[in-house]
Nanobody, 120 residues
Framework: QVQLVESGGGLVQAGGSLKLSCAASGRTFRTNSMGWFRQNPGKGREFLAAISWSGGGTDYADSVKGRFTISRDNAKNTVYLQMNSLKPEDTAVYIC?????????????WGQGTQVTVSS
């Protein structure tokens, strides 16, 4: 079992940056892939980025590639999402998730999310 709590969201102007954090609890964090998704009302969850348990493997959606960077610190049980060059269309609730293996696209554990609002 893994519990996830996101933080770091807020209001930022277009072109600005934010760094989200996701603190995990549970003994299995260090063996889980971690990922970031986002969601807007009335829309499905959009995959953004994933990172393997070791940090050696990453994957990004085309919409954020080159602007967002996922990283993790297993000593702190935390995964991060550095977001640069933010656009108004990046406005959403950002949610972290955990998976035994992100390449299987199976995400059984989810956080509650943190709101990111990008003003034009």
């Amino acid at each position: 079992q893994v519990q996830l709590v996101e933080s770091g969201g807020g209001l930022v102007q277009a072109g600005g940056s934010l760094k989200l954090s996701c603190a995990a609890s549970g003994r299995t964090f260090r063996t889980n892939s971690m990922g970031w998704f986002r969601q807007n009302p009335g829309k499905g969850r959009e995959f953004l980025a994933a990172i393997s348990w070791s940090g050696g493997g990453t994957d990004y959606a085309d919409s954020v590639k080159g602007r967002f960077t996922i990283s993790r610190d297993n000593a702190k049980n935390t995964v991060y999402l550095q977001m640069n060059s933010l656009k108004p269309e990046d406005t959403a609730v950002y949610i972290c998730a955990a998976s035994p293996d992100y390449t299987n696209n199976y995400w059984p554990y989810w956080g509650q999310g943190t709101q990111v609002t990008v003003s034009s």
